[in-house]
């Protein structure tokens, strides 16, 4: 079955960078397009990024362009999200999630992983 286990959150200063992981099984990761999502406490969810199968597009929230980067690596079924310049706001909880597209990305999500705890705070 398909599953999404995200990795590599915690506490980090403003200012600080993270680089948070996703470990994909289950399905043929190369094929489909993946994601970011997160929910700061008490807020609904946000989209926060997007990347084709093969890596080569990718889309950015406004709140995060210039400071978040994904990127993905097809032969470990792995996705990352490098994020830098960390707000306070950017506290929440960061889940990846599958779309189920085929190639490009815009079907929607299917799967999601659990989730991993990203706090900004002095």
């Known amino acids: 079955q398909v599953q999404l286990v995200e990795s590599g959150g915690g506490l980090v200063q403003p200012g600080g960078s993270l680089r948070l992981s996703c470990a994909a099984s289950?399905?043929?990761?190369?094929?489909?397009?993946i994601g970011w999502v997160r929910q700061a406490p008490g807020k609904g969810l946000e989209w926060v990024s997007d990347?084709?199968?093969?890596?080569?597009?990718?889309y950015y929230a406004d709140s995060v362009k210039g400071r978040f980067t994904i990127s993905r690596d097809n032969a470990k079924n792995a996705l990352y999200l490098q994020m830098n310049s960390l707000k306070p706001e950017d506290t929440a909880v960061y889940y990846c999630?599958?779309?189920?597209?085929?190639?490009?990305?815009?079907?929607?999500?299917?799967?999601w992983g659990q989730g991993t705890q990203v706090t900004v705070s002095s």
């Open positions: 999630a599958k779309d189920r597209s085929y190639g490009e990305v815009g079907g929607g999500y299917d799967y």
């Open positions: 289950g399905f043929t990761f190369s094929s489909y397009p």
């Open positions: 990347i084709n199968s093969s890596g080569g597009r990718s």
